[in-house]
């Protein structure tokens, strides 16, 4: 669709002036409309804005004056340029005016080729203001696109990185055939956890598809420690624990799987600084690995394992009652209370029965 011609509005009380201003400025081959007060004027402009390039006013008419009438323009349009007519007396006020945004002046009795130059600038002034205007927008929507484009591209690839990840769980899953849905388990119970603690929902979302990935490094570990019937000889444990530091390994320089990285690296620490691999104590420990590690215990003692019978719930709630504030955050344990009728369920949800009676 084509843009309507640029129209010039003059502006005078005087119907001489006007239709010498038209006949002269219609000759130069602008499109001219003419108006007898600064009220007409702003009304055809209002009407007509979109093709109106410039306006020529005279400063001194009758009630509402040129200086009002170009603050009105301005408000509306603060890219119009507008061109001041007024007699040689009121050069200290049009210079008052240039100042306030007026585009040029012309002094009364004015040459009219003088003041065809400077309409003739104002209009490719105008015109350039909109060229510029439209290459800003096109560059800005050129930009949009493109980053929208960026951001899928980025979250295709999130996607993949985390369906990998996902069958990396499943084989780790695999290997130890007695965890069952532990690894889902695990991470509802977290999710559940993280949000009751009042955690940003980014955070819960992270903590959500992290914290199955807490034991991915016991890919690395050999099936006769892994698989074990019976308690691990102390070389033997040194070997169970490097899982934490090849987890991380694994998860290293992705920067969306940050937060699992960490957990497979510190889902072992205890708040009081004497686990592993680090010994890091309580607030050194990240949240996310506080959570993930007593959500971790929790489901592995009501659990059957090869080394060792499921336990009843009131038993392991106790047991790691008595390890709150050495292995486990006292924070997270009191809202972990809370929340226990929703741990159960998600418990029967992803096993069946209890194993062991409560």
């Not at 201003?21 to 007898?36: E, Y």
């Amino acid at each position: 669709m084509l843009s309507p011609p640029p129209t010039v509005l003059v502006v005078d009380d005087e119907e001489l002036i006007l239709d010498l201003l038209k006949r002269s400025l219609r000759g130069l081959g602008h499109k001219v409309q003419t108006a007898r007060s600064a009220e007409q004027g702003l009304k055809l402009f209002r009407q007509d804005q979109a093709s109106i390039a410039t306006v020529v006013t005279d400063i001194c008419m009758p009630g509402v004056d040129g200086l009002a009438l170009l603050g009105s323009l301005k408000s509306h349009d603060p890219d119009l340029p507008v061109i001041l007519m007024t007699a040689y007396a009121d050069i200290d006020t049009a210079r008052a005016a240039i100042r306030a945004g007026a585009y040029d002046y012309v002094t009364k009795p004015f040459d009219l080729s003088s003041l065809g130059i400077s309409v003739g600038r104002a209009l490719e002034k105008r015109r350039l203001v909109a060229q510029n205007r439209a290459y800003r927008e096109n560059l800005e929507r050129r930009v949009e696109e493109r980053t929208q484009q960026l951001r899928e591209a980025f979250a295709r690839l999130n996607s993949i990185h985390l369906e990998a990840i996902c069958v990396l769980c499943k084989v780790a899953e695999a290997n130890d055939t007695d965890t069952g849905q532990h690894i889902r388990r695990v991470s509802l119970y977290c999710t559940e956890l993280a949000r009751a603690l009042g955690q940003p929902e980014e955070f819960v979302r992270q903590i959500e598809y992290s914290a199955p990935m807490h034991d991915i490094g016991k890919l690395s570990i050999p099936d006769l420690i892994l698989k074990k019937n019976g308690q691990l000889t102390p070389a033997e444990w040194e070997v169970m624990r490097q899982h934490t530091t090849r987890g991380a390994e694994i998860l290293a320089g992705v920067p969306f799987l940050e937060m699992a990285r960490e957990i497979a690296l510190c889902h072992h620490e205890r708040f009081d600084g004497n686990g592993y691999p680090r010994g890091l104590q309580g607030q050194q420990i990240p949240l996310s690995a506080r959570i993930v590690s007593l959500c971790d215990v929790f489901d592995a003692l009501l659990s059957r394992r090869c080394y060792k019978a499921a336990m009843p719930v009131a038993t392991a709630l106790e047991l790691i009652e008595k390890q709150v504030g050495s292995h486990f955050d006292p924070e997270l344990f009191e809202a972990f209370q809370q929340l226990l009728p929703r741990m159960l369920e998600i418990w029967e949800q992803h096993k069946g029965p209890l194993t062991a009676p409560a």
